[in-house]
């Protein structure tokens, strides 16, 4: 089965074609970087703008790259929540659009559980269930996948993401945009313990995160060097601050290994590319014996590749799209289209 996948949640306006769920015969992104970087940050109406002057043009080449008309795929599929909403209205009437059009069935795709799907493409014999740690710009979740449509969020961060809290440090470090992977390039040669961070622990909810504190922590080292007129040495600052964060995310994913007695672990969303994640999730698995997963950096950020493939799975379970199928900004990543 063909599918041909449109994801434009955020800044990247993104079409593929992916066959059976795991095998990507296209895969299109159009990124926006350039332009949301003179701003320090995505500019929502900026987006939509954009995602709406390319969406035509970048499903048009994800068609032809993966030799394909609008006549060989089976089904069309997109990204419907959660995200930006004007960002994702675009991605969801363009995709309506061609549903109807074609008389093709219309898939919709929850963009986190895409995330994991990525993990689809990256490893074919992975399937359900696992656990899955999954960090993006606005989420922080463990999440027990019972199968491919059946999530159960066991941890969640209580207020900031952990790419949030990346991209607001960098900010305040005079990083530019985008700060969670430029900081993460910046910060490889630095001390990572050469700052002290608190880490944060939600008692009586051991799997929970809180990363408010060490964004405010590392906002006060900033202004303290700046009032004392010291000067900051930020590949060390920006090491030490990665290395908590990332200390909180294992911490939690390992004590959630251990309660669920669950062996294979996923990782998802765009902070998975981050190398010291990787690094010690690595690491820490390899001394469980625990099985790691994680998506090739290509995967790691938004693209249409991993919705073309959650999509399969939607399908198998007969998610399909109603007439009145509307874009929704907040969504849990556990509940069913209607
Ligand atoms: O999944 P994603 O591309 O978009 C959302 O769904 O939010 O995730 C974007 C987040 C941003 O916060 C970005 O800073 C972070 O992923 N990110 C990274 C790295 N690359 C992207 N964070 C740490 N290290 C990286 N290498
Ligand atoms: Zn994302």
């Known amino acids: 089965m063909k599918i041909i996948s449109i994801e434009s949640s955020c800044d990247e306006t993104a079409a593929a074609v992916v066959e059976d769920g795991r095998k990507v015969l296209s895969n299109v992104i159009s990124s926006q970087v350039e332009e949301h970087k003179i701003y320090g940050g995505v500019v929502p109406e900026i987006a939509s703008r954009r995602h709406s002057e390319n ?159 060490l964004k405010t922590s590392v906002i006060n080292i900033i202004h303290n060097a700046n009032q004392k007129g010291e000067t900051i040495n930020i590949p060390d600052l920006g090491a030490s601050y990665i290395s908590a964060v990332v200390g909180c995310l294992t911490e939690n994913l390992m004590k959630a290994a251990e309660l669920t007695g669950q062996k294979k672990i996923v990782v998802a969303g765009g902070v998975s590319a981050n190398s010291v994640l990787r690094r010690e999730l690595s690491s820490l698995c390899k001394k469980r014996q625990l ?23 939607e399908y198998q379970a007969g998610h399909i799209a109603k007439e009145n199928l509307n874009a929704i900004a907040s969504l849990g990543i556990d509940k069913n289209p209607e």
């Open 55 to 213: 969406i035509s043009a970048v499903v048009k080449k994800a068609l032809e790259d993966a030799d394909c008309t609008y006549d060989s795929v089976d089904a069309i599929a997109v990204t419907y929540a959660p995200g930006l909403i004007g960002a994702l209205l675009v991605g969801v009437n363009f995709a309506k659009g061609l549903s109807f059009a074609t008389g093709k069935p219309l898939i919709p795709v929850h963009h986190l559980r895409s995330h994991i799907a990525a993990n689809y493409i990256s490893h074919p014999d992975l399937e359900p269930p696992f656990l899955a740690l999954v960090v993006s710009g606005g989420h922080s979740h463990i999440i027990n996948v019972k199968s491919y449509t059946e999530f159960e969020i066991i941890g969640r961060t209580r207020d900031d993401a952990a790419g949030e809290c990346l991209d607001k440090a960098a900010r305040a470090m005079g990083v530019p945009y985008p700060g969670g992977a430029n900081l993460d390039k910046l910060a490889k040669d630095g001390n990572a313990s050469a700052y002290k961070f608190p880490h944060p622990r939600i008692d009586g909810s051991p799997l929970d995160f809180s990363f408010s504190g």
């Open 291 to 313: 099985e790691l997963y994680m998506p090739e950096l290509s995967l790691c950020g938004d693209n249409a590749a991993m919705v073309g493939s959650q999509a399969f799975y």
